[in-house]
């Protein structure tokens, strides 16, 4: 049976290596949205106890690039005008 893991925050995560971010990512975090850039990069919010995480991937490779915590208001403001962008094209 798998031991239960302490809740993390924003600063501990932060300071965690990448390969450590993204297995707690994958194991505790909860998708919300994702976004195409520069048709290259497929940028992901992720929810993760009480705060949001953007993971960065190569659309061409699949891999990760980038997994940071969404600690300015600016990034989480660029997912909610994708989401309701994207309510707008399905109505």
Known sequence: MKAKQTRMNINEFGRLPIDER???LWDNGT?????LVD???ILCIYALEDFFVEAIYS?????????RPISEIEKWYAYVDCT???LFQLS
């Open 22 to 24: 993204t297995n707690y």
């Open 31 to 35: 998708c919300l949205g994702q976004r």
């Open 39 to 41: 048709g290259a990069y």
């Open 59 to 67: 659309k061409n490779d699949n891999r990760v690039d980038a997994i």
């Open 84 to 86: 309701i962008r994207q």
